[in-house]
C-alpha cells in the first residue's frame, strides 16, 4: 500500500507488517522504490530467520534442539546472537536472550489476564541463562546447554533491521529518509521541507500518537521500550511484556518507558530493553559508557534524560514542569 499526500508529494510511504509488528517507511524519491522494496525483502528475510514464532526459524531450530545438538543457522542470525550476548554480558544478564521460557510462561499478547504460579515462574527461571549458549563459529553453529532452554531475540531484532535498512539505503543513494520498524526509528538526513526530522515519544498512558514530547534527530536512532506496548493489567498491577530475569516476572519499578538515542539501532534496541529492567540508578552509567542518550518516563508522567537530550527534547505544553535529571 503507496500513500502519496498532497503537501508533500514526493513522499513515498510504504507500511507493513514484519517482526511482530507494523512497519513504516519513508523516502522521497520516487525512483528509488525499488530500493525501499529491496529494504522490505531484507525485513521479512530477518524476520524469516529471527522469529521465535515460525517453525522453520533458525530460532526455532535452535530451540528445538537445545540441550541436544549444534543447530547450523544463517550468518545473519550467529551475529546478531553474537552481539546480543554482547549486550547480555555488558548488563549482566538484566538483558539475557534466553528469556523465551519466561516469554511464553507469561505469554502477555497471547492469553491475557493469567498469572503463573510461583513453581512455574522458578521453574522457568531457572532455565534462563545467556551463559548456556553455545557457539561453533566455523560451522556457525549455536546450541543451548540444556533441554527447555530458548532463545527469544524480540528485544533486538528489529534494531538490527532498522541498521540493515539503513544499509541499504545509504548504499544505493537514498539520502533522506524515515524507518520506523515498530517503533524503533532510524532517520536518514531531511525531511521534505528541509527540516531536521522531529521523533514524537509516546505518552505511555495515552493512546497511541499522543506524543508527551518531540526531539529534533538528525541521523540518528530513536528507541523507545515500554510498558504500554504488551501489557494486562490485574489487582492495579501492570503486567507487560518485559520480564526480569531474575524474578521471572515483569519488570515492577516506576519506570513507563525508556527510549535511547545513538547512532546504532541494534545497539540502542538491546539498551532500552536492558534500561527498562536497570532502571535509571544502574542504567545511567550505562549509558554514559556507550555515549548515548536517554528518557525516562515515569508512571507519574515525570520526565528524566541525559544532559545531551537537554537542548533536543522539547515537552509539549502542559508537561513542562516535568523534567528532572
Ligand atoms: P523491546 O520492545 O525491544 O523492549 O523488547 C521486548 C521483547 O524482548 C519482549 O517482547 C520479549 O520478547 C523480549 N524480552 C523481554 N524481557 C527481556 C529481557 N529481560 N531481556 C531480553 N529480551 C527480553
Ligand atoms: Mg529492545
Not at 21 to 32: A, L
Not at 37 to 54: Q, T
Request: glycine share 8%.
Amino acid at each position: 500500500m503507496i500513500k502519496i499526500k498532497n503537501n508533500t508529494d514526493k513522499m513515498l510511504e510504504k507500511s507493513f507488517q514484519a517482526l511482530g509488528t507494523v512497519n513504516r517507511i519513508r523516502i522521497f524519491d520516487h525512483r528509488k522504490e525499488p530500493v525501499l522494496y529491496k529494504a522490505i525483502a531484507r525485513v521479512l528475510e530477518i524476520d524469516d530467520r529471527m522469529s521465535a514464532f515460525k517453525p522453520d526459524s533458525d530460532i526455532s531450530k535452535i530451540n528445538r534442539n537445545a540441550g541436544q545438538r549444534f543447530q547450523k543457522i544463517h550468518p545473519d542470525t550467529y551475529r546478531v546472537i553474537r552481539r546480543a550476548v554482547e549486550f547480555c554480558d555488558m548488563t549482566d544478564g538484566a538483558f539475557d536472550i534466553t528469556i523465551r521460557p519466561l516469554v511464553e510462561l507469561w505469554g502477555i499478547n497471547r492469553k491475557g489476564s493469567e498469572i503463573p504460579s510461583d513453581f512455574e515462574i522458578q521453574k522457568a527461571v531457572k532455565l534462563v541463562n545467556y551463559k548456556n549458549i553455545r557457539f561453533h563459529k566455523i560451522s556457525s553453529g549455536v546450541m543451548l546447554e540444556h533441554p527447555g532452554q530458548a532463545i527469544d531475540l524480540g528485544g533486538i531484532a528489529k534494531g538490527f533491521a532498522a541498521d540493515e535498512v539503513q544499509r541499504i539505503f545509504s548504499e544505493n543513494g537514498i539520502q533522506n529518509a524515515l524507518i520506523d520498524l515498530g517503533g524503533n526509528i532510524v532517520t536518514m538526513g531531511k525531511r521534505a521541507d528541509g527540516l531536521l526530522w522531529q521523533i514524537g515519544i509516546q505518552n505511555p498512558l495515552a493512546p497511541t500518537g499522543q506524543f508527551l514530547g518531540s526531539l529534533s534527530a538528525e541521523n540518528c536512532t530513536v528507541v523507545t521500550s515500554g510498558s504500554n506496548e504488551q501489557f494486562f493489567i490485574k489487582d492495579g498491577i501492570r503486567y507487560h511484556h518485559i520480564i526480569n530475569p531474575q524474578s521471572g516476572s515483569p519488570v515492577r519499578n516506576s519506570l513507563l518507558s525508556a527510549t535511547v538515542v545513538c547512532h546504532n539501532s541494534i545497539e540502542a534496541d538491546a539498551l532500552t530493553t536492558a534500561l527498562f529492567v536497570l532502571g535509571p540508578r544502574q542504567g545511567i552509567p550505562l549509558i554514559e559508557k556507550m555515549k548515548a542518550e536517554v528518557i525516562f518516563i515515569f508512571e507519574d508522567l515525570s520526565v528524566m534524560m541525559s544532559k545531551g537530550m537537554k537542548d533536543r527534547f522539547k515537552l509539549n505544553s502542559g508537561n513542562e514542569k516535568q523534567i528532572s535529571s
